[in-house]
């Protein structure tokens, strides 16, 4: 983990609550930083990625590193939520998404999770994806 994806993620709370945080230095450790990945807060990058019209809407053949975006519901402190796509699916198809987390302490660190659970803690279905550039 801290190899791939910087010395702090180790620390498996290190990035809790911290999402976008997480993913914006994922960005950066691959060379695609993105000042979307520079806002406040995920429901904040979100809107400013729907401004600029880089939203896809369908999570349907998503590439690699896409990041996707929840809105902000009272699960995630109506801050919204974002995950990478790791580009691999579950046996049943559902996409493995790799987040950092902080759910009400039911799940700590940074891990893979598949898309339907992030949705079921998240109480909302992505509002879309993007590509960091």
Known sequence: METAYGADSADPTHYDWKCLKFVAQTAVNAGQGDPILDQPSAATALY?????????????????????????????????????????????????????????????GVQEIP???????????PSGWMMPR
């Not at 049943?92 to 799940?107: A, Y």
């Not at 898309?115 to 909302?124: C, D």
């Open 48 to 108: 400013e990625a729907q401004r600029q019209g880089r939203l896809y809407a369908s999570t349907a053949n998503m590439p690699e590193g896409a990041v996707v975006f929840w809105p902000a519901t009272g699960n995630n402190g109506g801050d919204g939520h974002v995950a990478i796509y790791t580009g691999r699916d579950t046996e049943d198809g559902d996409p493995i998404m790799l987040t950092s987390t902080g759910f009400n302490s039911k799940t700590s």
């Open 115 to 125: 898309l339907s659970r992030l949705n079921t803690m998240e109480a909302a279905e």
